[in-house]
T-cell receptor, first 117, second 113 residues
Framework: EAGVVQSPRYKIIEKKQPVAFWCNPI?????LYWYRQNLGQGPELLIR????????DSQLPKDRFSAERLKGVDSTLKIQPAELGDSAVYLC???????????????FGPGTRLTVT | AQKVTQAQTEISVVEKEDVTLDCVYE???????LFWYKQPPSGELVFLIR??????QNEISGRYSWNFQKSTSSFNFTITASQVVDSAVYFC??????????FGTGTQLKVEL
């Protein structure tokens, strides 16, 4: 069974430029998560989707970050414009869950390492 | 608010030694779930275990074992007879309602020959 796929694996951009990350979850997983992991820290949730609906985006900096999951499968996270402080690893995860049932573990992709210069 | 504390930033052991990674959590939820994840150098977090707040039985899986103690709000992870392949960053995480995982800052484990 294929795992969570993310691309690109690495991205280097100059500040003020836009950038986008793509994630394809495990087949059949209805819940998708985007996390940001700063160096030496644990991942922090940015947004959670149940199918195509964003059910928790309270931690997403909405002035510059946006995300979509139009058909309830793959998802794109965008930053525009990027700032130096956005340098981090962006992780995507998926799980099979319904409602607020936390019984199902989250499976993570390899992440995209973003460097903003 | 939920909080997970992993006080050990880095641990170095020699292969075949036993090692325990500490995790202390804070939550106001009466029902919650605790997790351990492994993050090898490749970057992908690998799920190791899930434990709910009503099940305080310790669990053993091969060389891995977990000790959950509600009285001290701890969920410690022990690797017996460590191997070089165990070298990674290990994260403890917590969720109550809403599926939002709160991670600790991680413990870097280095196993040397």
């Amino acid at each position: 069974e294929a795992g969570v796929v993310q691309s690109p694996r690495y991205k280097i951009i100059e500040k003020k430029q836009p950038v986008a990350f793509w994630c394809n979850p495990i087949s059949g997983h209805n819940t998708l998560y985007w996390y940001r992991q700063n160096l030496g820290q644990g991942p922090e949730l940015l947004i959670r989707y149940e199918n195509e609906e964003a059910v928790d985006d309270s931690q997403l900096p909405k002035d510059r970050f946006s995300a979509e999951r139009l058909k309830g499968v793959d998802s794109t996270l965008k930053i525009q414009p990027a700032e130096l402080g956005d340098s981090a690893v962006y992780l995507c995860a998926s799980s099979l869950e319904f409602g607020r049932n936390p019984l199902y573990e989250q499976y993570f992709g390899p992440g995209t390492r973003l460097t903003v210069t | 608010a939920q909080k997970v504390t992993q006080a050990q930033t880095e641990i170095s052991v020699v292969e075949k030694e036993d090692v325990t990674l500490d995790c202390v959590y804070e939550t106001r939820d009466t029902t919650y779930y605790l997790f351990w994840y492994k993050q090898p150098p490749s970057g992908e977090l690998v799920f190791l275990i899930r434990r709910n707040s009503f099940d305080e039985q310790n669990e053993i899986s091969g060389r891995y074992s977990w000790n959950f103690q509600k009285s001290t709000s701890s969920f410690n992870f022990t690797i017996t007879a460590s191997q070089v392949v165990d070298s990674a960053v290990y994260f403890c995480a917590l969720t109550g309602g809403g599926n939002k995982l709160t991670f600790g800052t991680g413990t870097q484990l280095k196993v040397e020959l």
